[in-house]
């Protein structure tokens, strides 16, 4: 299989590149953790105490469900949470990180954008909303998405890494792969995703531009 083949295969949260794939990035994947703040709501009929302490009892199951990928369980919760605190911004990103992990992609649109509507500085809300863009094929805009994330957190690693591989991959724009690439590895650390594999292969696909190259 050629090296774009086998990218479905790979994850970003590999240390190390699956054999076969010749250091190629693989797919973008969803740039966070689920929130784990309780939202605070309440319904009438109950003190807000009890009512805290319900919707945290269930912002901790569903975070459980998502880390033990039962992620239709989950969206029920969100859901749940969504609708009993409108104006909870971390159940809204929740739900939609869990519509993006279920395939719902414009479900997940439709709560990124309501994040953004209630936390126009949302930067994970940006990232978020630019995988599902990438993933409906919608390229010109994921960037936009991207960008704006990193316009509003400088040093947010994950839209570094995923600008980068949608430079890479789907817009064929080595310079600003190589950025992203580099700004990523520079803000992660070395426990991040192997991006030092990419900047080489980058490197040996695009000699003409002259990217440079930074060993590990």
Same mark, same amino acid.
């Given at each position: 299989h050629s090296c774009r083949s086998c990218v479905?295969? !790979?994850? /970003? @949260? @590999? &240390? #190390? +590149? &699956?054999? =076969? !794939? =010749?250091g190629m990035p693989p797919e973008p994947v969803d740039g966070v953790k689920p929130a784990e703040v309780a939202p605070v709501a309440v319904v009438p009929g109950?003190? #807000?105490t009890d009512n805290m302490q319900a919707d945290a009892l269930a912002f901790q199951r569903a975070l459980a469900l998502m880390r033990a990928q039962r992620y239709a369980q989950a969206l029920v919760i969100w859901q749940s949470l969504a609708d009993s605190s409108g104006d909870s911004v971390l159940a809204l990103l929740n739900l939609g990180?869990? $519509?993006?992990r279920l395939g719902a @992609? #414009?479900?997940a649109g439709t709560s990124?954008?309501? /994040?953004l509507q209630r936390d126009p500085s949302n930067a994970i809300a940006y990232n978020e909303l630019g995988i599902v863009e990438r993933r409906q094929g919608r390229f010109e805009q +994921?960037?936009?998405?991207? %960008? %704006?994330a990193l316009e509003l957190r400088?040093? $947010?690693?994950?839209?570094? @890494? *995923? &600008?980068g591989i949608l430079c890479d991959l789907y817009l064929? *724009? #080595?310079d600003c792969a190589m950025h992203h690439y580099q700004a990523y590895r520079k803000v992660a650390g070395t426990g991040g995703a192997p991006v030092g594999l990419w900047i080489k292969d980058l490197a040996w696909r695009y000699p003409e531009r002259q990217v440079e190259s930074i060993g590990e």
């Open positions: 479905n295969f !790979c994850s /970003v @949260l @590999l &240390l #190390a +590149a &699956l054999p =076969g !794939c =010749g109950q003190t #807000a990180i869990t $519509y993006s @992609l #414009a479900e990124f954008h309501l /994040v +994921a960037e936009i998405s991207y %960008r %704006r400088p040093d $947010y690693a994950p839209a570094h @890494l *995923n &600008l064929q *724009n #080595a």
